[in-house]
Each structure stands twice: as C-alpha cells, then as structure tokens.
C-alpha cells in the first residue's frame, strides 16, 4: 500500500476557498493576488524580450542583466551589494526559493523553527527533507515573536530557524530590536536563517523593513527570499529570487540547478529592465498599498466587523467575533456561501490555532470596485 511522504498535506486552503468563491459568485478576497493591471512598462518588456528572442533556457542562475540589477537594487534600498554573480539567484517564484533553501542545507532528523501562523508552504518543504517543523506561536493579538520562546525551542538538533517580515497572514514586521535579538539567538551557533521578504516594499506610515541584508552578523547564515510577483502585481509569472552567501549560494543553487533549473526566460530581461528603468515602482509601493488600505479599512467600519492593525503586506485580518461564534474555516465558508465574500481562515497557518480565536484574512490588493463590492455585502452581516 502506497504510503504518502506528505500525509497530513490536501489541497491548500486558497486553492479551495477561490473554488468556492467560483462555485458561489462569490468577492473572492481569499487568495492573495492583485486584480488590476501589471505595469505597462512591464508588459512591453516582456513582449520586447520575446521578440529578441529570449525564449530558450535562462542561465541556471538568471541572466546577468537581471542578477546585476537585482544586486544594484539591493545596494540602493539595503545598502547591501551581494555579487550578482554568486550571491544571487533567479527562481520560479518565491515558494521555490525556500523549497531550494530549506533543501540546501536541512537534512533528515534536523529540527526547523517555525513562527506560528506561518505559510502553509513551509512545513511541507521541511518533512520532505526528512526534518521536523518545530512551532513557536506569534503573540496571539500583535504577531509579535517571544524570542524567549524561540530560545527555548532551540535544540542541539536546530537546523534553520525561518521568519516573515512583513508578516502572512497578519502583516506584522519585525523591528530593529526584533534583529537584535535574533542576532544574539543565533551567535555562536551553526543555525541557519531563512527570511521570507515577498512583501518587503509593502510597508506603511513610514516604517523601515528591517531586511536581514542590513544586518551583516544575520546575513552572512542567511537565505533572503523576495518576490517580483508581489512588487509587481504579477503573481502568475512565477519569478523571484533568493541572495545568500556564496557557500550558500553554491548549495542553494545545486537543489535549484535539478528542482527547475531555470527560469522563464523573457520575464527576466523584462525585470532586468523594469528595475533600471522605474525604480520609482517598488519605491512608491507602500504609498499605493497603504491608501488602498487605509480606505479598505475605512470601509471595513461600517460593518460589523473589526479590522487589526496591518503595518505590512496587502491583507487585512478582521475579527468576526461580533457578527459569529463559529470557528474560523465554518466562518469563511459560510461568508463565502451565504454573503458572497470569501475570505481566508486563520487556522490552516497555524499547528496549534489559538483557542476561541475568531479571525478571518481579507486581500485588499484588488480593484476599488472589486473592494467597493465586498464591503457592500459585507455591511449586510
């Protein structure tokens, strides 16, 4: 009898709401993807990039135009130059990268630290190296870490320890205190880092993304993934990139090198040439998000429901808990079914959900009217 490597593993909770949303003509505000155009610029890169000829296998790395813009980029935000030639690597979307980084370095019988809600990616790509995911919750009402309880989770087993600024689902950030104390946590220890940045230029009313590339003591153990997806509201392109040093670097890209080898091609030279060209695009990122979400949430208080702070990301976590007392996964699916929302529950990113929490994630990355209609159903709670 077959017996499944990924047992506890069905059909992800966003595949399954956005069906449901479909089956019912339902808002879809589940699934975290944009409803509005990519940049002009973009599109016409791309379609430039075909047309040159760009359609045959990318360097396993990315092409160069692309790893030396990605590099220049990060000099100019980070004050980090990574060498384009070792440092950088192209990958099919962000969830590769980690996939890729997880895979590098974890080995069977080790042990990852994981903050609870986390994405659901996560913890498959950490059983098939044949390593046990271990969970540290996020503070249940800020996502904040207890870095004690971090503390106390590390074994001699300790692996990888992985974290999420700005946060998915709840989009809290991580300071420069929160940096601080990571980097005492893992100092004088062989334990790697794995930083989820997909949402790095989505931050709000003027804070700093703290990415680990500030932090040289923090950078030189780890993998940084980031995501041309979020920034540049194409999601079904599938092209991020992971920097690392280079004896990571060279282990990283061995798993990418026979996981998918490269990347779609005409889509880096796009990217190659949207980042040199308009770097006021992702620099003017979180002054687009942050009126789509003060609006949002504006909106949001004129229904029954109670909006949570969102420092970063597009998503926006609403307490439902005046309007039901079903738990979180009979919540949205009745909103979906019965109101014509859908939206995503909280539980599915956590081992151990909070008891009697009653939280539900909305997207608010779309449309003004596809938001206006939303919360024209939802007034109706």
């Not at 709401?17 to 808002?27: P, R």
């Not at 703290?210 to 923090?218: C, G, N, Q, T």
């Amino acid at each position: 009898m077959l017996q499944s490597k990924l047992p506890k593993v069905g059909t992800t909770i966003f595949t399954v709401m956005s069906q449901l949303a479909q089956e019912h003509a339902a808002v879809n505000l589940g699934q975290g993807f944009p409803d509005f155009e990519v940049p002009a610029r973009l599109v016409e890169e791309l379609d430039r990039a075909m047309r040159a000829g760009h359609n045959q296998y990318a360097p396993m790395t990315g092409v160069p135009p692309l790893r030396q813009a990605i590099a220049a980029k990060t000099l100019r935000v980070y004050g980090h130059l990574p060498d384009a030639d070792t440092e950088v690597t192209v990958t099919s979307g962000a969830t590769e990268a980690i996939f890729n980084a997880i895979h590098a370095v974890v080995r069977a019988g080790d042990e990852v630290v994981v903050l609870d809600p986390c994405y659901d990616c996560y913890e498959p790509a950490i059983d098939l190296a044949g390593a046990r995911a271990v969970h540290v919750p996020l503070d249940p009402a800020t996502f904040a870490p207890d870095w004690q309880r971090v503390r106390d989770a590390i074994t001699p087993r300790t692996r990888m320890l992985m974290i999420n600024s700005p946060h998915n689902p709840s989009g809290a950030m991580l300071s420069a205190d929160d940096m601080r104390e990571l980097e005492a946590i893992l100092a004088g220890t062989g334990i790697f880092l794995l930083s989820d940045e997909v949402y790095e230029h989505i931050v709000f009313d003027g804070a700093r993304h703290e990415s680990v590339l500030r932090w040289p003591a923090l950078r030189e153990r780890a993998f940084v993934v980031s995501s041309f997806g979020k920034t540049y509201h194409c999601t079904g392109w599938k092209v991020g990139y992971c920097i690392a040093p280079p004896a990571l670097g060279a282990e990283f890209r061995k798993v990418h090198q026979y996981n998918v080898f490269c990347t779609f091609s005409p889509a880096q030279h796009a990217f190659a040439a949207m980042l040199d060209a308009e770097p006021e695009h992702y620099e003017q990122l979180g002054a687009f998000y942050q009126a789509k979400r003060d609006r949002f949430r504006a909106q949001i208080g004129t229904t029954r429901l109670v909006p949570l702070p969102v420092p970063g990301g597009y998503f926006q976590l609403v307490d439902y808990s005046a309007v039901s007392d079903l738990d979180d996964a009979a919540f949205c699916r009745w909103l979906t079914m019965e109101k014509g929302v859908a939206a995503i529950p909280l539980s599915p990113f956590y081992e151990t959900p909070p008891q009697g929490q009653r939280l539900a994630r909305l997207c608010f990355a779309k449309n003004q009217a596809t938001l206006d209609a939303a919360i024209e159903r939802l007034q109706h709670l």
